[in-house]
């Protein structure tokens, strides 16, 4: 009995690897073509997308924005209690944001700076007043990272360019649910709160063929997060009973460490793109995150927590990919249009979907404009995420149901050279 309840109060950190919550959007431009940009990245954001794409900036180049993040996502179920019960998570706002810089030490070699959140996650289920029937699963889960990725990129005659950069990535993290102490039928609350920093590198590659066919490439590898000495808090309201409350107390101690190693996955991308004409062109990628490496975890606590002090947690996820379609057209009004569309795969397999973690499918649809007059640049984008609703049953936590979501972004990107 004391393992199991042990084993539910970890579920919730699968939040932390999900293909669904890693944050492609980092540019607006990108984002009004589904960042479909792997081989015509040609701006700061390069950097992030492929850093191959700086080679021929010229100059200072600084670009800065932000993206609103409205996500809704909602559960009907369980199947074992009610298959008709709805419960929709609660509404937030989030802003991740960016910042590239880039400097043309000579002309054909260049060197940049990013500063993005490549993941990022926060949900909340029920409130104090009204617990929902999912709490011993999640309750609240954050979780918030910042990277900085220094580059230097050189350009091989008129067509190829080449790129290599480091990055520092620094993730948070936070997960909250309520515990079920079934002796005593006991309702208490669990906070776990830690943070890690990794490093990592990517690479990129362009090439150009007969001047409007372009090829692109890029790798991110993995980075690997140590969360040590995290915080682990446990909390049961009082009894009148001194003997229940010590035999709560020795179980759940009020606060003590806990320590976790996770592997964010590596990705990569190929993208071929095409100029019609000297204003329309079209990219098509394909993008590829390894989630696979994401196979199990395990959490160790300093001090046992319901008689436990470690825990090995199966979660087999999976290699995802995405297909990102965009087109871009330049008026002769210092005016451009952009539109795209992504087709995202799901990286956890059915029996591990939770509500920390309602992942399925998703269809992006994607619309951007953009305005540049002399050395500033504006660009703004509108991105429509529709999940498909996913029904799983026979799950490992044995909360089976039917999850959908979907989410509107808006990015704004200002830019400007000097």
Same mark, same amino acid.
């Given at each position: ?29 990108? +984002? ?9 990245? $040609? ?7 492929? &850093? ?5 900036? @010229? /100059?200072? @180049? ?24 709805? !419960? ?15 400097? @043309? ?10 500063? =993005? %959140? ?7 289920? /029920? +409130? ?16 918030? #990272? ?7 990129? =050189?350009?091989?005659? $008129?067509?190829?360019?080449?790129? *290599? ?14 515990? =079920? ?17 990794? +490093? ?20 991110? #590898? ?10 682990? =808090?446990?909390?049961? &309201?009082? +009894? ?12 759940? &101690?009020?606060?003590?460490?806990? %320590? ?10 190929? /993208?071929?793109?095409?100029?019609? !004409? ?25 001090? &046992? ?5 470690? #825990? ?53 649809? !994607?619309? /951007? ?9 504006? $660009? ?31 990015? *704004?990107?200002?830019?400007? #050279?000097?």
């Amino acid at each position: 009995m004391l393992k199991k309840l042990f084993l539910m109060l970890l579920l919730p950190a699968s939040v932390l690897l999900a293909s669904g919550f890693s944050i492609y959007e980092q540019s607006a431009r990108a +984002t009004g073509m589904a960042s479909a940009v792997i081989a015509r990245a $040609d701006d700061p954001s390069a950097i992030f997308y492929n &850093p191959a794409g700086i080679s021929a900036l @010229q /100059g200072w @180049q600084l670009n800065t924005g932000t993206t609103l993040i409205q996500p809704e996502f909602g559960f009907t179920g369980p199947t074992n209690m009610d298959s008709r019960y709805f !419960t929709r998570a609660q509404k937030g706002s989030f802003f991740p944001s960016t910042f590239y810089l880039t400097y @043309q030490i000579k002309p054909g070699l260049t060197v940049g700076v990013g500063l =993005y %959140s490549p993941f990022g996650l926060a949900s909340e289920w /029920g +409130t104090d007043s009204q617990p929902w029937v999912g709490r011993l699963l999640a309750t609240k889960t954050e979780l918030t #990272s910042f990277a900085v990725n220094p580059v230097i990129a =050189y350009r091989l005659g $008129d067509n190829l360019s080449l790129a *290599l950069g480091f990055s520092v990535l620094q993730a948070n993290v936070t997960m909250e649910k309520d515990i =079920y102490f079934a002796p005593r039928m006991l309702y208490g609350h669990s906070r776990l709160e830690a943070g890690a920093l990794g +490093t990592g590198f990517n690479l990129g590659i362009q090439y150009t063929l007969f001047g409007r066919l372009h090829l692109g490439a890029q790798y991110r #590898s993995g980075t690997n997060l140590k969360f040590e000495n995290g915080d682990a =808090y446990f909390s049961f &309201p009082q +009894t009148t009973d001194a003997i229940i409350n010590q035999e709560i107390a020795s179980l759940f &101690p009020a606060k003590t460490k806990g %320590s976790a190693e996770l592997n964010l996955p590596a990705s990569y991308g190929l /993208g071929i793109a095409f100029d019609f !004409t000297k204003n329309l062109s079209f990219e098509l990628d394909y993008l590829v995150q390894a989630w696979s490496s994401y196979d199990e975890l395990k959490i160790t606590f300093k001090d &046992p927590v319901a008689g436990q002090t470690e #825990s090995v947690n199966p979660r087999h996820y999976q290699d995802s990919y995405s297909i990102r379609f965009g087109l871009e057209y330049r008026m002769e009004n210092n005016f451009t249009v952009r539109a795209g569309y992504c087709w995202d795969q799901h990286a956890v397999p059915d029996e591990y979907v939770e509500p920390g973690l309602p992942e399925s499918d998703r269809h992006n649809y !994607t619309l /951007g404009l953009g305005y540049r007059i002399h050395r500033v640049s504006i $660009d703004l984008a509108y991105h429509l995420l529709l999940q498909d609703d996913r029904e799983v049953s026979n799950t490992v936590h044995n909360f089976d149901g039917k999850y959908t979501g979907l989410a509107n972004l808006y990015g *704004l990107s200002v830019g400007y #050279s000097f």
